[in-house]
DNA sequence: GCACATAGTGTCTAAAAGGATACCGTGAAG
DNA sequence: CTTCACGGTATCCTTTTAGACACTATGTGC
C-alpha cells in the first residue's frame, strides 16, 4: 500500500486509521501465520515465499513498534529470536479470518474473471 | 502498499492475493462507505477528506476492474455518475466490520501509547 | 581452516504510489 | 457574459516501497 504518514492519528476515520498499522506488503501474512503460534526468524521466512531478509525484518519491527507482536531474543548462538502475537494482535484474530474465508471463497472466481 | 504487480495470481497464499485486491491508500475506506449504498463520486469525496480526485478516480476504476463495485453513469448534464457494491463487494461486508469493529475497540489504546 | 546456520544490517537502485495543479465539456442559473 | 456544479483527464513531480546483493558475528561440526 501506499502507507499513511507515520501516525497522523487524528486524521480519518477508525477504520482508516485501524488500516495504517496493518498496511505493508506482508504484515498480515505474517500476522496470519502466527496466529497459530510462536515462529523464529527463518521459519517465517521459509512461510512467506518472497519475502527478503530485510523486508521481513522491517515488517517485524513495525509490528513490534506498534504492538502487535512480541519479539523475544535467547541469548545464544546461533541467535534464537521468537516471535509471537501480542494481546492486540490476537485481538486481530476476527479480522484475518474474515479475510481468509473471503479470499478462499472469492478469490478463483475473481481470478479466473480477470484472466 | 507496495501493490503486488496486477494478478501475479499463482503466487502466496489466499490472504496475500486477497489483500492485493484491497490494496492502496483508499480502497477499504471507499468499499466501507459504500456498505451503506449508493454514492455518488462528488459524495465519495466529501465522506473522504484527504483524497483527490485523482486518487479517487484511480481507486474506484480498480475496485470496478475488480468486479468488488458497479459503476452506472447517467447521460445527463452536469454529470451523475453512481457507485455501488457487487455482490461480490458486498461480501466483504465481515471484513470491513470486522476491521472497523477492531479499530474502534483498539485504537485509542494503541495511539495512546505510540504518543 | 573451512563452511554452515542464525538473525540480522547497509547500501544502492528501480519502480510504484500518490499528491499538486491545471484543464475539459456541458447546461442551467444569475 | 460569467460563473457554477459535475465527473472526470493530463501532466508533472516527490515520496515511498521494496527488491538485489553484499556483509556481519559467533559457535559448532567436519
Redesign the interface.
Known amino acids: 500500500?501506499?502507507?499513511?504518514l507515520k501516525?497522523p492519528?487524528s486524521?480519518?476515520?477508525?477504520?482508516?486509521?485501524?488500516?495504517s498499522?496493518i498496511?505493508?506488503?506482508w504484515k498480515?501474512?505474517i500476522l496470519?501465520k502466527l496466529l497459530r503460534g510462536t515462529l523464529r526468524f527463518n521459519e517465517l521466512r521459509r512461510l512467506i515465499?518472497?519475502v527478503t531478509q530485510r523486508m521481513l525484518t522491517n515488517q517485524l519491527r513495525e509490528l513490534e513498534a506498534?504492538?502487535l507482536i512480541v519479539r523475544v531474543v535467547y541469548a545464544q548462538v546461533p541467535p534464537r529470536v521468537e516471535y509471537s502475537l501480542s494481546a492486540?494482535g490476537e485481538?486481530?484474530e476476527?479480522?484475518?479470518l474474515?479475510?481468509?474465508?473471503?479470499?478462499?471463497?472469492?478469490?478463483s472466481?475473481?481470478?479466473a474473471?480477470?484472466?
Chains 1, 2 share one sequence.
Open positions: 500500500m501506499p502507507r499513511v501516525k492519528s486524521t480519518g476515520c477508525s477504520v482508516e486509521r485501524a488500516l498499522l498496511d505493508g506488503k498480515i501474512v496470519y515465499p518472497g506498534d504492538g492486540r485481538s486481530l476476527p479480522v484475518l474474515a479475510l481468509k474465508d473471503w479470499g478462499d471463497t472469492n478469490l472466481s475473481i481470478e474473471q480477470a484472466a
